[in-house]
C-alpha cells in the first residue's frame, strides 16, 4: 500500500502511529473487473473493502426474483453490510457486484477488528460511515413504503440527464418496484410528451415538469 491509496480516506491518514502502522501493513490493493460478485446473500464476510475507485452495487433479490438496489459503494465508502458482518460476525443479507473495474483496500476480517478495538480514529471512521449509510437506507425504505411510483420515477428520470440509456427492468430494480409498474408510468409520461420511449433508451423531453412532478 502507498499513501496514496489513502487519498479517498482522509481520516485514515490521521491514525495514531501504531495503527497507522498495522494498517500499511496489512491492507492490500486489489482491483477487481466489471460484474464480479465480491459478495452473496448468505455468504460469510472475509475483509473490510474500502473502494478507492469505481462503483459497487449491493442489492436484494427476493424469492420471486425482484430486486431492489439498496445503496452503491463509491470512491472513499466502506460498505455498510460489510461492517455490520465483521461487527456481528453474521453473513451477508444482499449481494454486493461491482459494476465497472474497482480498485479497492481490502483488509483482513481479524485487522479489522483489532483497529476497531484499539483506535479512536479508526473507529469513528466506520462509526460515521455506518450511522450515515443508515440513514440512506431509512430515507430508501419510507420512500419504497410510502412513495408513490410516478413521484419517484419522475425524480429519477430528471436526475439522470436528457438521454437515458436503460432498460424498464433495471429503473424496476432501482426503485424497488416492478417492470410492470414503471412500464405502465412511462407510458403515461410519454402519453403527456414529458418522455418519449425507444428500444433500451428513454429521451427525457420535458426535465422541469418531471422535477416539478417530484417536488426538487
Not at 475483509?47 to 452495487?57: E, H, K, Q, W, Y
Not at 455506518?130 to 420512500?143: K, Q, S, V
Not at 418522455?195 to 412532478?213: F, K, Q, W, Y
Request: one cysteine or more; charged letters at 25%.
Amino acid at each position: 500500500m502507498t499513501p496514496g491509496d489513502l487519498a479517498a480516506f482522509p481520516a485514515l491518514t490521521k491514525l495514531d502511529g501504531e495503527s497507522a502502522r498495522l494498517l500499511d501493513q496489512s491492507a492490500r490493493v486489489v482491483t477487481f473487473p466489471a460484474g464480479t460478485v465480491l459478495f452473496s446473500d448468505g455468504s460469510e464476510c472475509p475483509a473490510f473493502v474500502l473502494v478507492i475507485d469505481g462503483s459497487i452495487r449491493v442489492q436484494k433479490v427476493a424469492e420471486n426474483g425482484r430486486e431492489i438496489v439498496l445503496y452503491r459503494v463509491e470512491r472513499g465508502q466502506s460498505c455498510v453490510l460489510t461492517t455490520n458482518c465483521l461487527i456481528a460476525n453474521d453473513v451477508y443479507s444482499a449481494e454486493g457486484i461491482t459494476e465497472n473495474p474497482v480498485t479497492a483496500l481490502v483488509l483482513p476480517a481479524g485487522i479489522f477488528r483489532q483497529l476497531l478495538a484499539r483506535s479512536e480514529g479508526f473507529r469513528d471512521f466506520v462509526l460515521s460511515a455506518y450511522a450515515t449509510r443508515i440513514t440512506d437506507l431509512l430515507m430508501l425504505i419510507e420512500e419504497v413504503a410510502f412513495g408513490r411510483v410516478d413521484v419517484r420515477l419522475a425524480g429519477w428520470l430528471a436526475a439522470h440527464g436528457r438521454e437515458i440509456k436503460i432498460t424498464h427492468q433495471e429503473i424496476a430494480v432501482e426503485l424497488g418496484t416492478a417492470r410492470e409498474v414503471v412500464s405502465r408510468q412511462l407510458k403515461e409520461f410519454e402519453r403527456r410528451g414529458l418522455v418519449t420511449l425507444h428500444r433500451g433508451r428513454i429521451e427525457v423531453l420535458d426535465p422541469a415538469t418531471l422535477r416539478g412532478l417530484a417536488n426538487i
